[in-house]
């Protein structure tokens, strides 16, 4: 009788959550730095003057006219927020796209994640009855086009769940890495060979701050007919709970999308829509003030945690750090619960990222949080390791 391997233990990042303070947790993959306060004001000017009604589906027509001007300045895309079959549309968030995404297109089919993954973009398709194809990293989070070619060419060819389309997530989550134009066009090459979707994951581009810029995949020779790009305001505007997100791409990809979504969540919340449209555009300097914020977050937390022991990826983006924890400990996920335990500090284990053991001597630190509590996590996670 052929004997049966332990199923890998997954790390529950909001388990994990629970169990420390708020002054604690570099766990959950949110920012807690205050709202801006030009958008609380418009919200509640909104919200008070009782615009408070359903909207359409695609979103409100204000904040797709915004959307349209902030593609056009920041990610070199034109598209026409007013055409009839939109090629912009507002969703629940960047995981409301990513549902309306896998109903329309992953039914039955698979889509390739690179490891480590973000866990909600396997949750997702999986749920919603599709599934995902991983394709291990190098441990230097590099790959090569050969052995993605392949890798994509068999898992085409099965007879249960083919491939349908390639994940992309840059810059990553969990690691932060930021794909280089060498590796996006690798990818491209992929697709258009094997007549593949690819699903773009934006969420993190205004927090790029190394040698390579922000790339979106849409942008490169005939790629535009072939991706739908996924973002969202959570992370940028610090209202993850306000669930607004957006995705976009050419009419005919988007629209059995946007109809997903019609379905699902009929519209995404139009007073919080319509107070976001009237501070997105008017600061020009917005996005390059939150780069260097968060620049300066990761020198200050990185240099601190390396001489802890700590090896810090050099990941070319600032809001997660994904580091090797010190050489003297294996397991992340039993150096987590020991930082819990004797510090009150958590953050997420390499291996609620992975499917293989390759990561589980790492974890990803989220710093989007005051510098106040980044200083009091610090100085509790020296005390437990000098």
């Known amino acids: ?108 089919k698979s889509a390739l994640v690179f490891e480590p993954y973000y866990p909600y973009h396997r949750i997702i398709i999986e749920q919603f009855g599709g599934k995902t194809d991983t394709f291990a990293l190098n441990k230097d989070l590099s790959f090569e086009k050969d052995a993605l070619l392949a890798h994509c060419r068999a898992a085409k060819e099965k007879s249960e769940f083919p491939l349908r ?55 490169l020779p005939d790629m535009w007919d072939r991706t739908i790009t996924v973002n969202s305001f959570s992370k940028s505007w610090n209202i993850s709970g306000w669930r607004l997100g957006y995705a ?58 390396t001489d802890l022991g700590f090896k810090i990826y050099d990941s070319g983006s600032s809001f997660y750090l994904w580091t090797r924890i010190p050489e003297e400990f294996d397991d992340a996920l039993k150096f987590n619960e020991m930082l819990i335990e004797k510090a009150g500090v958590g953050a997420t284990p390499g291996s609620a990222f992975a499917d293989s053991d390759d990561w589980d001597a790492h974890m990803r630190i989220c710093i989007a949080r005051e510098d106040h509590i980044l200083e009091g996590a610090l100085a509790k996670i020296t005390q437990v390791l000098r």
């Open 1 to 108: 009788m052929k004997e049966q391997t332990a199923k890998k233990i997954k790390p529950d990042i909001r388990a994990i959550t629970k169990l420390v303070p708020h002054e604690g947790n570099l766990v959950q993959g949110q920012s807690d730095l205050p709202i801006d306060p030009e958008l609380a004001k418009e919200a509640y000017n909104v919200i008070a003057a009782s615009e408070n009604h359903y909207g359409a589906s695609e979103g409100m027509p204000q904040l797709r006219k915004a959307l349209a001007e902030k593609l056009k300045r920041y990610n070199g895309i034109e598209v026409d927020p007013m055409a009839k079959s939109p090629e912009v549309i507002v969703s629940p968030g960047g995981t409301g796209a990513l549902v309306g995404i896998v109903q329309s297109y992953l039914q039955g």
């Open 248 to 305: 976009y791409g050419a009419a005919d990809l988007i629209a059995p999308v946007n109809k997903a979504i019609n379905i699902i969540y009929v519209c995404a919340a139009t007073p919080l829509q319509t107070a976001l449209s009237r501070v997105l555009m008017a600061r020009e300097n917005y996005y390059n003030d939150l780069r260097e914020l968060f620049d300066a977050k990761r020198h200050r937390f990185s240099g601190a945690l």
């Open 165 to 219: 389309a390639i994940i992309v997530c840059t810059p990553a989550n969990p690691s932060g890495k930021v794909m280089t134009q060498t590796e996006l066009e690798a990818i491209a090459d992929v697709a258009k060979e094997l007549d593949l979707l690819v699903i773009s994951d934006e969420v993190y581009e205004h927090y790029v701050s190394g040698e390579h810029p922000h790339i979106p995949i849409a942008t």
